[in-house]
């Protein structure tokens, strides 16, 4: 218990340095988590309010629950899209309930150990999944890049020369908050007509308050929020699971997938109870938090902790951060996750990998679903791999020296996708009177494997031929055993029953 208790503390505060980093780089996040924040209500259909406090709210209580240290959760446009017709149809309380709902459903997640799915996401599907959020961070910063002066384009081309030439001078400050900063000054001073934070929507100017949805406790509103509550806690785990492996690789360091579970779900019905929508792992800004130095739970916390202090004390000076900085950080942070090395990998890794990772980048990037973009990439993973060990599989027909007795070898995987060749290996028109099948080198995984060889054993047996299958490994004679029918025919076709299997 000290030991964990140790671990946990020093996830929260590793030294004077450390601390000073998480304090400043949650500082810079909390800034650019408002505009966004904001820009997700906007898509959900509700008041700029619902988004801020579920930022603040998922940020400061996944910071003490959730299993990836210096991860940035809050509101995201993942959740958002998904909601738009509930909120519209229903109203806002029963996006609450619906999150509230959500947050219960990742909670049971977390104690199935549906965490453990990730392990069927190759890297070429992480790969495409970083590369497609890279490119749709960049997407997302086109539209304060259109039809606006030349004063938004000089600010845009002063904060990039910030961001990327002062950790050559210094690192004791993260770059992007001396960016923000310097041009937020800047537009005040020079009175440039530009677009700010406070365009993008009203702040809000007080705590938020507790309340429960004011819905009715029916099976009626169970129906109505289930379908959403259930999609929401699957895209929300699946962004947060996919950018808790990312930062792992980030830091060199591993997270919890089954705490981030069960705090994501935490985190949200917290969330929910203090008028937010629902969230989950931001991406962007977890990126941005490593990129400023954030490593620990401080960071995140921070991020959370002053983003309700800037809409509290200070959202009139929040509300005049030029659009042009928090742009600027965002490119910086969409060009720092894209994965580069798999531009030049497209022509050294196998093309089925390369096709899995522009698969998952165009159906992502596409369709601005992230959850279609992983699903169509693990699709295309397990397809292939299927292919390709049933590619890992061939029978060789020995015959004896009288030419009575044919022995088959089997050597590979036999499975749904390789017992077609198996079956079409053996010859109904065999000349020996006896044939003998030998396994052991072959595993039967499933019952499709299982049932090709009762076709084969049958069929040879109705050509009058007598069957022996041999050298069955442990795990195939157990699956044999309980799933096999061949002993079962030879009896009901008065033949020599099988010999020499485990049937």
């Known amino acids: 218990m000290s030991e964990k208790f140790a671990s946990y503390r020093r996830e929260w505060f590793d030294g004077p340095a450390g601390i000073r980093r998480d304090v400043l780089a949650g500082i810079v996040v909390a800034l650019a988590l408002i505009p966004e924040a904001i820009g997700f209500s906007i898509i959900a259909g509700v008041d700029p309010r619902v988004g801020l406090y579920a930022s603040v709210a998922i940020a400061m209580v996944i910071s003490f629950i959730g299993g990836r240290p210096g991860m940035i959760s809050a509101a995201t446009a993942a959740v958002a899209v998904l909601v738009t017709p509930l909120v519209r149809d229903h109203g806002v309380e029963y996006l609450f309930a619906a999150t509230i709902l959500m947050g219960v459903f990742q909670a049971i997640a977390g104690a199935l150990r549906l965490d453990l799915l990730m392990q069927f996401v190759s890297r070429s599907v992480i790969t495409g999944f970083v590369n497609a959020l890279a490119i749709l961070v960049f997407m997302a910063q086109l539209p304060q890049l259109t039809n606006v002066g030349w004063e938004t384009y000089a600010l845009v081309g002063a904060g990039l020369v910030m961001v990327y030439l002062l950790p050559r ?78 930062i792992d690789d980030m830091t060199h360091t591993e997270s919890v997938k089954q705490r981030e579970c069960k705090g994501q779900g935490a985190a949200n019905i917290v969330a929910a109870l203090f008028g937010g929508m629902g969230g989950c792992a931001v991406i962007g800004q977890s990126v941005m938090n490593i990129a400023s130095g954030g490593r620990g739970r401080l960071s995140t916390f921070v991020s959370g902790a002053f ?37 030049p990998n497209l022509r050294r890794h196998p093309p089925t990998s390369s096709a899995v990772m522009l698969t998952t980048v165009v159906v992502v990037v596409a369709t601005r679903d992230l959850s279609l973009g992983v699903l169509a990439g693990v699709l295309l993973s397990g397809i292939f791999f299927a292919g390709k060990v049933q590619r890992m599989f061939a029978v060789e027909r020995n015959s004896s020296a009288d030419g009575t007795t044919a022995t088959y070898n089997v050597r590979g995987e036999i499975f749904f996708a390789s017992v077609d060749r198996f079956t079409r290996a053996f010859n109904d028109e065999d000349s020996a009177a006896s044939v003998i099948i030998d396994v052991s080198r072959a595993h039967f995984w499933d019952i499709s494997a299982v049932g090709a060889l009762d076709k084969i054993v049958d069929r040879l047996r109705r050509a009058g031929r007598t069957v022996e299958v041999i050298g069955y490994n442990e795990a195939s004679a157990d699956i044999i055993d309980r799933f096999a029918l061949h002993d079962k025919t030879g009896v009901e076709l008065g033949v020599v029953p099988l010999i020499g299997g485990s049937c």
């Not at 983003?307 to 060009?335: K, Q």
């Open 169 to 246: 001078i210094t690192t004791a400050v993260p770059s992007p908050l001396v960016a923000i900063l310097v041009l937020t000054a800047t537009t005040i001073w020079l009175d440039l007509p530009v677009n700010t934070v406070g365009d993008s929507g009203k702040l809000p100017d007080g705590l938020p308050v507790f309340a429960l949805p004011n819905v009715p406790l029916t099976f009626e509103t169970l129906r109505i929020i289930a379908p959403y509550s259930l999609t929401m806690a699957a895209v929300g785990l699946l962004e947060s699971l996919l950018t808790a492996q990312i």
């Open 307 to 343: 983003l309700l202090f800037l809409l509290v004390a200070a959202g009139e000076w929040v509300g005049r951060v030029p659009m042009a900085a928090l742009v600027a950080v965002m490119i910086m942070v969409s060009i720092g996750a894209f994965s580069w090395n798999s531009i």
